[in-house]
Nanobody, 129 residues
Framework: QVQLVESGGGLVQAGGSLRLSCAAS????????MGWFRQALRKEREFVSA????????VYADSVKGRFTISRDNTRNTVYLQMNTLKPEETAVYYC??????????????????????WGQGTQVTVSS
């Protein structure tokens, strides 16, 4: 099992930026592909972005392409989500997640939440208009 703790959420004006971090502990961080998901009030959880174990493969939801950047530092056991040009409709709790471990080093990470077995507690992002 890997434990995940998100940070970096907060209140930002529309058009602003935030950088989320997710610190992992427990098992070897580089064993896991990592993802970011979000859930707005009264809405289903949705995929935001994911990154392979190596960091060389990334995938984004269409709605965030060109504005969000996922990255990871396997030496610091941390995955990041840089969010630029934020919109009010992106107000949500953002969750970091780790997959089931053992995926190929360079494999394309999954966009499916069911593939992610370990979840953080979430961090609130509020974008004001």
């Amino acid at each position: 099992q890997v434990q995940l703790v998100e940070s970096g959420g907060g209140l930002v004006q529309a058009g602003g930026s935030l950088r989320l971090s997710c610190a992992a502990s427990g098992r070897t961080f580089s064993d896991y592909a990592m993802g970011w998901f979000r859930q707005a009030l009264r809405k289903e959880r949705e995929f935001v972005s994911a990154i392979s174990r190596s960091g060389g493969k990334t995938v984004y939801a269409d709605s965030v392409k060109g504005r969000f950047t996922i990255s990871r530092d396997n030496t610091r056991n941390t995955v990041y989500l840089q969010m630029n040009t934020l919109k009010p409709e992106e107000t949500a709790v953002y969750y970091c997640a780790a997959d089931g471990a053992g995926s190929p080093w360079y494999a394309q990470p999954s966009e499916e939440s069911r593939e992610y077995k370990n979840w953080g507690q979430g961090t609130q992002v509020t974008v004001s208009s």
